[in-house]
């Protein structure tokens, strides 16, 4: 009498690895880039650079690029919690949202002053 065996359950699929130290640099350099990207706009471009006589329109010409690095590296870390299936991956991309909702305000005022 031959025995039948129950089919294998599946296994659940990961992504690729990525080490807790890879998540940490990547969620590092992110955040930092977007406070970056918000001390200019609100403390050095339109407090100190004035008081060094340097003109106040340089404003968009730094904070565009910046705005658009800091949300390069904010969706490079999101989708790095999620390859990663990390168990934080939720509040992770709740903060993330927060943080790329400002800085796109940012830098939709960055380029409506760089235009008009």
Known sequence: MASVSAPAAPRARRGPSVSEEQLQRVFSVSILLSAFRCLLSYIILPIVTPLLGAATSVGPAIGIP?????LG???AAIRRF???????RWVMT???VA????????LVR???HFVG
């Open 94 to 96: 709740v903060l993330y």
């Open 73 to 75: 590296f904010d969706v």
């Open 66 to 70: 910046v705005g658009i690095l800091a």
């Open 110 to 112: 960055d380029i409506a």
């Open 99 to 106: 943080v790329m909702g400002m800085v796109t305000f940012l």
């Open 82 to 88: 999620w390859v990663s299936r990390h168990r934080w």
